[in-house]
């Protein structure tokens, strides 16, 4: 089994290039309802829907707090380089790199443009 979160967000184009942007991803969709966001290795990590393109009864509401509870957490073999592209782009960073002594690797905390918490971590031993 293979997680494949989907997120609601506004405007699914313009998350698709910040999400490209910032966590170099690729898209494997495209679409301004619909987007599948894939790895280096072609696997998908990451959906990002629209929220009004077609009804989901379980999708959530706009207007409330996203992702109350859930943390989106990626791991990642180039930590240096995501936190240059995280200062790049003017990433809301939440907690500046730090290193997680429990985890045994660095991580970073910031927000994506809809609100959503992202933690990004190194690769085990990574400190």
């Not at 990451?46 to 989106?72: D, S, T």
């Amino acid at each position: 089994m293979t997680p494949q979160p989907l997120i609601a967000v506004h405007n699914v184009e313009l998350s698709s290039q910040w999400y490209q942007h910032v966590l170099a991803l690729k898209s494997g969709h495209g679409g301004t309802e619909y987007e599948q966001l894939l790895n280096e290795q072609g696997e998908m990590v990451l959906q990002l829907h629209q929220w009004q393109a077609h009804h989901h009864p379980y999708l959530g509401k706009p207007n409330q707090l996203k992702g109350n509870g859930v943390l989106l957490w990626f791991q990642t073999k180039y930590f240096d380089a995501l936190v240059q592209r995280l200062q790049i782009h003017q990433v809301n960073i939440l907690e500046q790199p730090k290193v997680n002594l429990n985890a045994n690797h660095r991580e970073v905390w910031f927000k994506d443009p809809d609100g959503y918490i992202i933690v990004v971590a190194g690769a085990y031993g990574d400190i």
